[in-house]
Antibody, heavy 121, light 106 residues
Framework: QIQLVQSGAEVRRPGASVKVSCKTS????????IHWVRQAPGQGLEWMGW????????DYAPKFQDRVSMTRDTSTSTVYMELSRLNSNDSAMYFC??????????????WGLGTFVSVSS | DMPMTQSPSTLSASIGDRVTITCRAS??????LAWYQQKPGKAPRLLIY???ILQSGVPSRFSGSGSGTEFALTINNLQPDDVATYYC????????FGQGTKVEVK
């Protein structure tokens, strides 16, 4: 079955970086984009960006453009999201999500369980 | 970014009720709208896409409607398992979510 398994919770100091992984299985890795969505405690969902798992091309939300990087390793079917210059507002659950393979239907049909990142001095 | 406005923010209903959540886009998004269900401590789950198409495995008591700027998610015969927060999402460009509607049982 389709699985997106994320790395464990992280604790960082303000100004540091964090790299979260999302290991996929159960489908053809290169056939689906992967998105990252975050959710601060008690808040709604915020889209961060996507990576084309085949080509490696990316597109980021303007809010994160200058401090997020999404990469992938096709040999392990894993996607990574690195966020730099962390501050307390970045404390949140970070989800990876698979985009539907149907090009016109850009919805997220499978999700990881989430990785909580805590930023505190 | 295109903001999506959901209402109400919280909804309390009885088991068996029909409930409706609305979502409004600031400009037309045709039918590029999805609905997700999120239970506490869990990842979101896709319910509906293209405004009205039920994702595989989703109970038929869920339905979606609308086009352009006005959309609705309806839950017929509300069940205890439906207690969750529901989000609309537009995927015209780029992706944005509504602020969520928490559904509670009276």
């Amino acid at each position: 079955q389709i699985q997106l398994v994320q790395s464990g919770a992280e604790v960082r100091r303000p100004g540091a970086s964090v790299k979260v992984s999302c290991k996929t299985s159960g489908y053809t890795f290169t056939a689906h984009y992967i998105h990252w969505v975050r959710q601060a405690p008690g808040q709604g969902l915020e889209w961060m960006g996507w990576i084309n798992s085949d080509s490696g091309s990316t597109d980021y939300a303007p809010k994160f453009q200058d401090r997020v990087s999404m990469t992938r390793d096709t040999s392990t079917s894993t996607v990574y999201m690195e966020l730099s210059r962390l501050n307390s507002n970045d404390s949140a659950m970070y989800f990876c999500a698979r985009q539907s393979a149907v090009l016109s239907v850009k919805v997220f049909d499978s999700w990881g369980l989430g990785t909580f990142v805590s930023v505190s001095s | 970014d295109m903001p999506m406005t959901q209402s109400p923010s919280t909804l309390s209903a009885s088991i068996g009720d029909r409930v409706t959540i609305t979502c409004r886009a600031s400009e037309s998004i045709s039918t590029w709208l999805a609905w997700y269900q999120q239970k506490p401590g869990k990842a979101p789950r896709l319910l509906i896409y293209e405004a009205s198409i039920l994702q595989s495995g989703v109970p038929s008591r869920f339905s979606g409607s609308g086009s352009g700027t006005e959309f609705a998610l309806t839950i017929n015969n509300l069940q205890p398992d439906d207690v969750a927060t529901y989000y609309c999402q537009q995927y015209n460009s780029p992706w944005t979510f509504g602020q969520g509607t928490k559904v509670e049982v009276k």
